[in-house]
T-cell receptor, first 115, second 113 residues
Framework: SAVISQKPSRDICQRGTSLTIQCQVD?????MFWYRQQPGQSLTLIAT?????????ESGFVIDKFPISRPNLTFSTLTVSNMSPEDSSIYLC????????????FGPGTRLTVT | DQQVKQNSPSLSVQEGRISILNCDYT??????FLWYKKYPAEGPTFLIS?????DKNEDGRFTVFLNKSAKHLSLHIVPSQPGDSAVYFC????????????FGTGTRLTIIP
């Protein structure tokens, strides 16, 4: 399975500001995914990021609020823009294993608190 | 619209006994199912999966059962160990895993020593 790291691991931010979360994978992967887990809730897919193309956003998520970059096959960033307390969540990136196209492996997550 | 449901938010089981976690789904297009375990402050860890062409898949202490007619799957852990205490999520995908994962709300499993 791929080893995934995320930075920062946690942050406390003021409303109205933006935070960029980094996701680094130890191997080249085609597809990377960004999820959100709000307090007490399940994981919800924000967007799918393929290298060299625009990210595909799920219903309820827009590029202006959650811009994503995917400059190469091992790295992606998610920015949470113009934050409000409702954005307080754990943000996770994941990848599909190269050995199996079906199983996703997750990073440790970024715990964001917006005050 | 919660397409994947885990109706038990928590479950306590004695160490050494069997833990059974349940998951129901409503979308008949789902044909690939996965279970993840999540510890606090960590990302979910993949445990086991099953395709709709099977009704059972086993990996060590973990067995997943799929009942397609009932749209129900379950994860059996036997024997349960203290390290199994975590939140367990089931997830489902269409097109044999090539579509996005839809997660359930999770079940917190506590193993009592």
């Amino acid at each position: 399975s791929a080893v995934i790291s995320q930075k920062p691991s946690r942050d406390i931010c003021q409303r109205g500001t933006s935070l960029t979360i980094q996701c680094q994978v130890d191997s080249q992967v085609t597809m990377m995914f960004w999820y959100r887990q709000q307090p007490g809730q399940s994981l919800t897919l924000i967007a799918t990021a393929n290298q060299g193309s625009e990210a595909t956003y799920e219903s309820g998520f827009v590029i202006d609020k959650f811009p994503i970059s995917r400059p190469n096959l091992t790295f992606s960033t998610l920015t949470v823009s113009n934050m409000s307390p409702e954005d307080s969540s754990i943000y996770l990136c994941s990848v599909r294993s190269g050995q199996s196209s079906y199983e996703q492996y997750f990073g440790p997550g970024t715990r964001l608190t917006v005050t | 619209d919660q397409q994947v449901k885990q109706n038990s938010p928590s479950l306590s089981v004695q160490e050494g006994r069997i833990s059974i976690l349940n998951c129901d789904y409503t979308n008949s297009m789902f044909d690939y199912f996965l279970w993840y375990k999540k510890y606090p402050a960590e990302g979910p860890t993949f445990l086991i999966s099953i395709s709709s062409i099977k009704d059972k898949n086993e990996d060590g202490r973990f067995t997943v059962f799929l009942n397609k007619s009932a749209k129900h799957l379950s994860l059996h852990i036997v024997p349960s160990q203290p390290g199994d205490s975590a939140v367990y999520f089931c997830a489902a995908s269409a097109n044999f895993g090539n579509e996005k994962l839809t997660f359930g709300t999770g079940t917190r499993l506590t193993i009592i020593p």
